[in-house]
């Protein structure tokens, strides 16, 4: 004989888990390439790679077809739940390999496409000043929760 449960324990569930964001969660940037524009100088001051040094050049700026382009990055803040240490995290199997200095993170699933199309995250935007900590996603965003519609997880390594 099938169980049914009321709609009201999911709803009590999710108002829980959504009240745990405003507690423990922290206020995170999301770190995009928003745009290229086209830098429009007379003079190309941008060295040929021909140099033994040219990992010193800055990556964000490149030629194609004789036109000058740079990327904007393009931050937007994001209320996340963050798990530094691994004893914290939630367990989807048992052979997760995580790089070393690697964090969790919990969001809500209409956060999906955000988190898909950011390049970094700035972990804990109330500290940047004294250390900005930048990572980058380390695997796809899992489902999580009762009926995995509602949240999800991620991890990411520093950058």
């Not at 169980?3 to 324990?9: A, F, G, L």
């Not at 955000?114 to 970094?120: D, G, H, Q």
Request: include cysteine; hydrophobic fraction near 35%.
């Amino acid at each position: 004989m099938p169980v049914t449960i009321p709609e009201t324990v999911f709803d009590k569930y999710f108002d829980v888990i959504d009240s745990t964001f405003t507690i423990f969660g922290v206020t995170c940037q999301l770190v995009y390439i928003d745009k290229i524009e086209e830098i429009s100088t007379t003079n190309d001051n941008i060295p040929v790679n021909k140099s033994i040094n040219q990992h010193r050049k800055d990556p964000s700026d490149y030629i194609r077809q004789n036109r000058v382009f740079k990327e904007v990055e393009k931050r937007e803040d994001i209320v996340l739940k963050v798990y530094w240490e691994p004893k914290d995290w939630v367990k989807l199997t048992q052979g997760i390999v995580a790089p070393e200095n690697a964090i969790q993170t919990i969001f809500y699933a209409t956060d999906l496409d955000k988190i898909r199309r950011a390049k970094e995250i700035i972990v804990h935007k109330d500290i940047k000043d004294l250390q900005e900590m930048r990572f980058r996603r380390s695997g796809e965003a899992f489902p999580l929760g009762l009926r995995k519609i509602r949240y999800f997880g991620c991890f990411w390594e520093r950058s």
